[in-house]
């Protein structure tokens, strides 16, 4: 427990590396000039993005040319999704499944809106997307196939190189929203076969604001952002200098200690879990058995996951729920809609994501405070 | 009496004295606090409640005014 808060929320963004931080500092105080610029003071600004992008493309298994740099998650997904607009008019079919985030959702409805028809693939209980739904969703005209690496709300992890075989059977690109799984399992963009990847650098403890995409070399898309000549014309824009060091860094540090990352959030989970059980409390944990290291997606029989959250909120513990209240309703998760969790459970469904910066005694404080709530 | 807290008794709770109840109690209880004895009952400040509610309207949820 730290300045007496235990945050265990780290799949809607994390600490920020405090390497990736003492690297940053330099490009906002120091060498803070603009990378497009002509004259001397630019220069260690574009050679370090040139460094960073390297760094970032080792991390997975990419080419350098093949990395650009966004905002973040939610841009990336916008860009290559509405890139495909200008792909081939007489492909207007889009492949998803029903459990993505909204970024590639909204994205999705967007191009309905434009002329696209897309098919939004089930999930079986555990939230995978299986190989032969995506095979009988496969049309003439479809033009590409986004499913996640990994889910934000549950964790599963998707069989990508299993699906990226079947889209390329049929000349059909391939992206995946590797948002939450970047810097937290291996990522290898050719064992995966994938065309487009995003990334967002606050989910690997980077900064918020800055992201990645990874596009396959020879493969083409439009801009979504137009007005310079960054990123090789693809994304215009100042680069965020200070954030593209602090993601690399971020990254290499994570891709570095992974497997020492995994085996120690695994046995914070797992003593949050038996924590659990020990306390008799009547719970089920929703996701795969392949999952995000960390990523606990926790229903309650008969709870209400708000009320949870909010308690343990007024505790100094931060979760997410699976149901968010909008202005007239709780809306319940999409995901555990499509994952079809029992209607005894789905309400009371809390999201206890832990990173690298938990430890056992905190797992514990979190089990404890929810049996107290739920006495 | 919905309208009256079930530990002190005082009455005519307003609304986001209920809406409150409802959101860190559950929407199920029927049985509701005043602010001072809700805040008793979860062992937090009333400042803590009243931050909760004023979050909670910034967010247009409708059980507040």
Same mark, same amino acid.
Request: proline content about 1%; glycine content about 8%; some cysteine.
């Given at each position: 427990?730290? !300045? ?5 929320? !780290? ?35 574009? #050679? ?19 990395? %650009? ?15 495909? &607009? ?11 499944? +029903? ?7 909204? @994205? +999705? =409805? ?10 939004? *693939? ?5 939230? &995978? ?6 095979? #009988?969703?496969?049309? &003439?005209?479809?033009? *590409? ?22 889209? =390329? ?5 391939? =992206?995946?929203?590797?948002? &939450?799984?970047?810097? =937290? ?36 898309? @439009? @801009? ?26 971020? *990254?290499?540090?994570? +891709? ?100 690298? %910066? ?15 709530? *739920?006495? | 009496?919905?309208?009256?807290? /079930? ?22 209880? $029927?049985?509701?606090?005043?602010? /001072?004895?809700?805040? $008793?009952?979860?062992? /937090? ?21």
């Amino acid at each position: 427990m730290k !300045n007496g808060i235990i945050y265990a929320d !780290n799949a809607a963004t994390t600490k920020l590396d405090i390497d990736a931080f003492e690297a940053m500092k330099r490009f906002l105080l120091e060498e803070y000039g603009n990378p497009s610029a002509k004259y001397s003071f630019s220069r260690s600004s574009s #050679k370090v993005i040139k460094e960073a992008r390297y760094k970032i493309s080792e991390c997975i298994g990419a080419e350098a040319n093949e990395i %650009y740099f966004t905002s973040g998650g939610t841009e990336g997904d916008n860009w290559i999704l509405k890139s495909m &607009q200008y792909h081939d008019v007489n492909k207007k079919h889009i492949i998803t499944s +029903c459990i993505e985030h909204h970024a590639i959702l909204e @994205s +999705c =409805h967007f191009l309905e809106e434009h002329g696209f028809t897309v098919t939004y *693939l089930p999930v079986n209980k555990f939230g &995978q997307v299986e190989s032969e739904a995506l095979k #009988k969703a496969i049309r &003439q005209d479809t033009v *590409l196939v986004s499913i996640m690496l990994a889910n934000n709300e549950v964790g599963t992890i998707q069989n990508i190189a299993a699906l990226t075989n079947v889209a =390329h059977a049929h000349d059909i690109f391939f =992206h995946t929203d590797a948002v &939450q799984a970047v810097g =937290h399992i291996p990522v290898d963009v050719n064992r995966l076969g994938v065309d487009f990847l995003t990334a967002s650098a606050h989910k690997f403890n980077g900064c918020k604001g800055t992201g990645f995409v990874y596009i396959r070399d020879g493969v083409t898309t @439009s @801009s979504l952002l137009t007005g310079g000549v960054q990123e090789k014309r693809k994304r215009a824009g100042t680069e965020n200098v200070a954030g593209i060091v602090a993601m690399s860094v971020a *990254l290499e540090n994570n +891709c570095k200690n992974m497997d020492r990352n995994i085996e120690h959030t695994n046995e914070v989970v797992s003593v949050f879990l038996n924590k659990l059980s020990n306390k008799g409390i009547d719970y089920i944990r929703n996701g795969a058995e392949v999952s995000l290291p960390g990523v606990v997606s926790v229903s309650f029989r008969n709870a209400e996951g708000e009320m949870l959250m909010h308690r343990l909120d007024l505790k100094k513990i931060y979760v997410s729920t699976g149901a968010a209240c909008n202005s007239k309703q709780t809306v319940g998760s999409h995901v555990l809609k499509a994952m079809q969790i029992k209607p005894e459970y789905i309400n009371g469904t809390i999201r206890v994501s832990l990173g690298k %910066y938990n430890n056992t005694d905190e797992a514990v404080i979190i089990a404890d405070a929810i049996a107290d709530i *739920l006495k | 009496m919905k309208n009256r807290c /079930v530990s002190c008794g005082i009455e005519n709770l307003s609304k986001d004295t209920i809406g409150i109840n409802k959101k860190l109690l559950g929407t199920e209880f $029927e049985n509701f606090f005043c602010i /001072v004895c809700l805040a $008793e009952y979860l062992d /937090v400040t009333d400042e803590e409640l009243e931050e909760k509610i004023e979050e909670f309207r910034e967010q247009g949820c409708t059980l507040f005014k």
